[in-house]
Structures are given as C-alpha cells and as structure tokens.
T-cell receptor, first 116, second 113 residues
Framework: GAGVSQSPSNKVTEKGKDVELRCDPI?????LYWYRQSLGQGLEFLIY????????KSGLPSDRFSAERTGGSVSTLTIQRTQQEDSAVYLC??????????????FGDGTRLSIL | KNQVEQSPQSLIILEGKNCTLQ??????????LRWYKQDTGRGPVSLTI?????NTKSNGRYTATLDADTKQSSLHITASQLSDSASYIC????????????FGDGTTLTVKP
C-alpha cells in the first residue's frame, strides 16, 4: 500500500527496557509527525520533522524520548528506560508539504505500546 | 485549558438519525480547521478542511460549518450509518511560520441499529 506504515503494530516490553518504533511515511511526503494517544484520550503532539530536521520537538515529554529521520523518509522514535506511563498508542503521520501548507496529515494505524 | 474544545464528549444515536458535533476554539491567529474521523484501532482520516473564508463544506453525508467570528465549527452527519461509529477529532492550525496544530480530545459517536 501507499499509506503510512508503522511497525511493530504491537509491542509489549518490561519496564526499564528501551524500545524503537518505526514509521515509513508516504513516498514524497516531506513532513512527518509523531503523536501519542493514551487510552480514551486525544492525540498528544510529540515531534515534527521537515525533511531530516526537527524544527519542533516541543512535545517530547522527557529526555528519554528521541526521534530521528533519515533520507527524508523513515523515522524512528526511541524511548529509553521505559516507564509504565509510556503505555499508549504511538501514531505517525506524514504530509506532502510542511505545516504551513495546510495539507492533510495521513496517519498510520499506530504502534500499541504496553509496558509491564 | 485546551484551545480546542469539543462537545459532546460522547454521543449515542440510532441508525438513520442525524447528529451534530461541536468544536469551539481559541487558537489565534487562525489558519484552518480540519475534522478527522478515527475508527477504533486505526489512525485518523481527514474529512474536511475549512479556511477563514469558508462557511460550509460537505463531504458526502458529512457537512462542516465554520463561524470564524465566534470561533465555532460543527460537523453534521446526515442519515447516520453503523460505519459512522468512530471518534471525530477537530484540529485547528495556526497562521504563523510554525503552522502548528492543536487537537481537540474528540467526540466518540456510537451508532446503534
């Protein structure tokens, strides 16, 4: 498919472990976003990439969270020393142009992260 | 306080009935407002986008309205179907260099047969 792909779809890990979540955006989309959605809650913005740069990291909740994007395509969100409060669905979205262009964000189906 | 408030938080209607979801915002300066539909276990999908000069926009059985003066938007669903059961999210974007968006917490709609 041509949509945003996220992997894994589900991840269960023990508290204290590190996890990596992957996002493959739609080909040609320059903007990429990460969000977190806790059970029954709204989307919480984490980070925005334009190309390989992240001009807005304001949503990252702590220094345990980091993200990178390479080749203007794939992005990885890393959570170090996971805590139980990190349990949530992590959603990735991409758009054709940057945020100012007002283009729709195309979302993947998310990675459901459970910390035991 | 969230700059995008949606109401009601949840709603249950019978199949075939109409409903209206509300979104009030304080985001300024305003650029655009978008409604997304999020099915359970899936990512959100864009339904409509409204800019400052637009009052009404339709997408099939979905009609969005915008009153930029009162900073209110509504999403009207006509002749609801079981497949309309989802969370509907209002997203408002800033008209600045950053172009950042603020998400509402969504309205959960359940359509019952």
């Amino acid at each position: 498919g041509a949509g945003v792909s996220q992997s894994p779809s589900n991840k269960v890990t023990e508290k204290g472990k590190d996890v990596e979540l992957r996002c493959d955006p739609i080909s040609g989309h320059t903007a990429l976003y990460w969000y977190r959605q806790s059970l029954g809650q709204g989307l919480e913005f984490l980070i925005y990439f334009q190309g390989n740069s992240a001009p807005d990291k304001s949503g990252l909740p702590s220094d345990r969270f980091s993200a990178e994007r390479t080749g203007g395509s794939v992005s990885t969100l890393t959570i170090q020393r996971t805590q139980q409060e990190d349990s949530a669905v992590y959603l990735c979205a991409s758009s054709l142009a940057g945020r100012r262009a007002g283009q729709p964000q195309h979302f993947g189906d998310g990675t459901r992260l459970s910390i035991l | 306080k969230n700059q995008v408030e949606q109401s009601p938080q949840s709603l249950i209607i019978l199949e075939g009935k109409n409903c209206t979801l509300q979104c009030n915002y304080t985001v300024s300066p305003f650029s655009n407002l978008r409604w997304y539909k999020q099915d359970t276990g899936r990512g959100p999908v864009s339904l409509t986008i409204m800019t400052f000069s637009e009052n009404t926009k339709s997408n099939g059985r979905y009609t969005a309205t915008l009153d930029a003066d009162t900073k209110q938007s509504s999403l009207h669903i006509t002749a609801s179907q079981l497949s309309d059961s989802a969370s509907y999210i209002c997203v408002v974007s800033y008209n600045t260099n950053a172009g950042k968006s603020t998400f509402g917490d969504g309205t959960t709609l359940t359509v019952k047969p």
